[in-house]
């Protein structure tokens, strides 16, 4: 009776009125507070973190050792695969009888160059963040350390399987002494203190950022343009020619901008800091959202994501 004389309506009311508060209290980031401001520069993860991070990604490298025999002295590079244990050593499951562990048993001073990875041809190696980590080799010797690295190897890498077993194959690790970071062609590059490089921790899209960068440029190549015309033009000039993303990390991304004669690099930030591959995604999309009712005239915040240039070409500062 009561539902045919119309209260149903204060029914229907109450409950529209409850989900609506329990939408505006509900937040996906419960606890993680916004980490930007109007105005202030995007927030940028530490050169030891972003060293940690490009050697935790990559998983392999080039190995150069000191030359034996008739090379005695030259620098010999090689390809090798890698995993890094707690403290940020390079690991690797070498072959006692390759040229570069006869080198190195008889100097053990090395050095190994990493560097994250791209599959789509128009992001040329010279532009992908790198490190080189310089050292000393020591073969690993205790037990519960070869049957950690047997165990974290083998999910890196699977073919290990066929020879992590083989007597001709034994597990060593680079103990750092120097760390030299590069964030790209004409971008960031410098020292790292060894101890913070070794207390630093991967960014937690270490492992995915390779991935989602490739996935960001071939899905939102068209909207990449929105967020030059809404947030960095700017600050720089000349017509745009190209925008790329080159690094995602849980704060932001990093975009190389070639407009006019010059390529530059930025840094756009997020406005929340991502604690899953699922928040860097949602902050990416908003991003690309943002940018596009910024461009067509119908954004209505009153506060742009940060931005901040991280390189000017080098022909430009000439």
Known sequence: ??????????????????????????????????????????????????????????????????????LEGMPFG????????????????????????????????????????????????????????????????????????????????????????????????????????????GVLSEWVDVQDYQQAQPDILADKTADLVDKVNEVNGEELPNLYTSYLAEEGDGELQSIRVTTVDRLGMDLRVKHGDYTDEYRLGFRMAATTLEDAQSEITKLFQEAWEVANGYYEGDTSPPVEVLAKDALRRS
């Open 78 to 185: 090689s390809y090798v695969d890698y995993v890094l244990d707690n403290d940020g050593h390079p690991v690797l499951l070498l072959n006692e009888q390759s040229m570069h562990t006869r080198n190195m048993l008889a100097d053990g001073r090395v050095s190994m160059l990493v560097q994250l990875k791209s599959t789509r041809r128009e992001i040329p190696a010279a532009a992908q963040p790198r490190c080189t980590v310089a050292g000393r080799i020591a073969k690993v010797d205790d037990k519960e350390e070869i049957l950690q690295n047997r165990v974290t190897y083998s999910l890196a890498h699977s073919y290990a399987e066929q020879v992590i077993e083989s007597p001709s194959f034994s597990f060593y690790k680079i103990i750092p002494e120097r760390v030299y970071y590069v964030g790209g062609f």
């Open 1 to 70: 009776d009561a539902w045919r004389r119309g209260e149903w309506r204060v029914y229907v009311c109450v409950c529209v009125c409850v989900c609506v508060c329990r939408v505006r209290v509900w937040h996906p980031q419960v606890g993680v507070a916004p980490i930007t401001h109007p105005n202030d520069k995007p927030p940028n993860p530490d050169p030891q973190e972003r060293a940690r991070s490009v050697t935790q990604a990559a998983k392999s490298g080039t190995l150069c050792t000191i030359s034996q025999g008739e």
